[in-house]
């Protein structure tokens, strides 16, 4: 999303909002309202939808004046899976469902990251909450010694998508320590290879929180891989990697022949989506 002042040929291209892909899913770890004007004024544009983190709602003042502030600006917006599972916990499912209803929020997001629940069970909580709210669910364990097996993780996200999840998330923390990358933050690329050729791409929501890892996924799947627990701070200098305008991009989206200073022997990439 480049301002129009800035006139810069050969940037891959960026669907305008709502969207499908290229979504940008901001991590809110218990903003105030204020704050959440600020962030919004200089990046509504770019940010698709935003996660009240873990059960920082429950706690926080002033919440549905915060709602009122992403309502504002068509920002989607949804509670941390860990209050799912804290509900989960004390089997208040029931209780849950009417307090989004209450809130007048219509995401929620459904996970089993850190408690344990069959997954079959997973799924019907997933088919249930389809039927009044948009789902997005999450695969992978936030303990990061809890490594699955690739075609465990295809297997579960079909079967999330099938049951009626608009998106599936996988799971990093938010740290970006396990589930998609290992305890020292380096992608598992075998792993991200087999959920692209086994899902559609546009489907998943990879969690990267770092820059290195956010990087590594633009320039392996391209600007319009989706990303989320994207820190407020982070929102800008995320969509300028997405545009090739950080270094770690900037030669990525580059055309040779319509850049006329692209170095010899420079690797471009071709801007797919």
Known sequence: MLNDAFNLIGLPDRPEKPREYGLTHMLDKGL?????????????????????????????????????????????????????????????????????????????????????????????????????FVVVSEVGSKDSSDVMAPYRWVEFMQAELEAGSWKVTAESREAGTAGLFRPNGEVRTGLVDELLSRVDPHDIIFEAPNKRQQAWLIRHQGANVNLGNIHPEEVLPLETL???????????????????????GTPSGDGHS
């Open 32 to 132: 105030s309202a204020r704050a959440v004007e600020d962030v919004l004024d200089k990046a509504a544009h770019i940010i698709d939808l935003a996660k009240l983190g873990w059960g920082t709602a429950a706690v926080m003042n002033n919440l549905e004046e915060k709602l009122d502030v992403y309502r504002d600006a068509n920002i989607p917006f949804f509670f941390g899976g860990t209050l799912f599972e804290a509900y989960f916990l004390r089997d208040q499912i029931d209780d849950y469902r009417r307090l989004l209803d209450a809130l007048e929020v219509h995401h929620v997001e459904i996970s089993a990251g850190a408690v344990s629940m069959a997954h079959d069970d997973k799924c019907d909580y997933i088919e249930r909450f389809a039927k009044d």
């Open 242 to 264: 997405r545009l090739g305008l950080r270094g770690d991009t900037l030669f990525e989206f580059l055309t040779p022949g319509l850049t006329p200073h692209l170095p010899s």
